[in-house]
C-alpha cells in the first residue's frame, strides 16, 4: 500500500498494532507459565485479558473506519517475543528468569506506548474521536501495566534476582 495521507499511516499504525497484540495474546500464557514471583504470573494472566480486550477496541476502530485490521504482520512485536522466547529457553534461576522476564515485557510496553501514543494522536488530528478516545484507554492501560512492573522489579524481583545461587 502507498502511503499517501495521515489516514494511510494510521490505517498502516492500526493494522500493525493489531498484529503485535495478536502475537502477545499468544505469547504472555508462555510467559505466565514461566515466571516463578506469584505477582509476576498473576500479572501477566491479568495483562492477557486486557491484551483481548485492547484486540477488541482496534477491531471497533477499524470497523468504525471502514478497514480491516489484518493484512500486516508486526516484525517489531515478532522480534520482541522471539527475545522472550529465547530467554525461557535458558537455564536460569527462577528470580533471574523473572526479573529477565520483567524486563522483555517492558520492551514490549515501550514499542507499545510508542505506538498507541502515535497512532492516538494521528487519530485525533484527523477527527476520529471515537477512536482517539479508544487508543488512549488502551495507551493508559499500557502505561499502567509498564509502571506495574517496574515496581514488582524494585520491590522484590531484582532483589532476589541479585543473590547469586
Known amino acids: 500500500m502507498k502511503l499517501k495521507s495521515l489516514q494511510d499511516l494510521l490505517v498502516e499504525q492500526l493494522k500493525d498494532l493489531y498484529s503485535a497484540e495478536n502475537q502477545l495474546v499468544k505469547a504472555l500464557p508462555k510467559m505466565a507459565k514461566a515466571a516463578s514471583n506469584p505477582e509476576l504470573k498473576a500479572g501477566f494472566e491479568e495483562h492477557l485479558e486486557q491484551t483481548r480486550g485492547q484486540v477488541t477496541r482496534l477491531e471497533q476502530i477499524c470497523e468504525q473506519l471502514d478497514v480491516s485490521p489484518k493484512g500486516k504482520k508486526c516484525a517489531a512485536m515478532e522480534g520482541l517475543v522471539e527475545e522472550g522466547k529465547e530467554l525461557?529457553?535458558?537455564?536460569?534461576?527462577?528470580?533471574?528468569?523473572?526479573?529477565?522476564?520483567i524486563a522483555a515485557a517492558q520492551k514490549v510496553e515501550h514499542y507499545e506506548i510508542a505506538s498507541y501514543g502515535s497512532a492516538r494522536t494521528w487519530a485525533e488530528r484527523l477527527g476520529?474521536?471515537?477512536?482517539?478516545?479508544?487508543?488512549?484507554?488502551?495507551l493508559d492501560e499500557e502505561k499502567a501495566t509498564d509502571e506495574k512492573l517496574t515496581q514488582l522489579a524494585l520491590a522484590s524481583v531484582n532483589?532476589?534476582?541479585?543473590?547469586?545461587?
Do not use: S
Not at 525461557?88 to 528470580?95: C, H, R, S, T, Y
Not at 532483589?159 to 545461587?165: D, Q, R, T, Y
Open 88 to 101: 525461557m529457553e535458558e537455564k536460569a534461576e527462577p528470580d533471574v528468569l523473572d526479573a529477565g522476564l
Open 128 to 138: 476520529f474521536d471515537n477512536a482517539a478516545r479508544l487508543l488512549q484507554a488502551t
Open 159 to 165: 532483589e532476589g534476582a541479585a543473590v547469586e545461587k
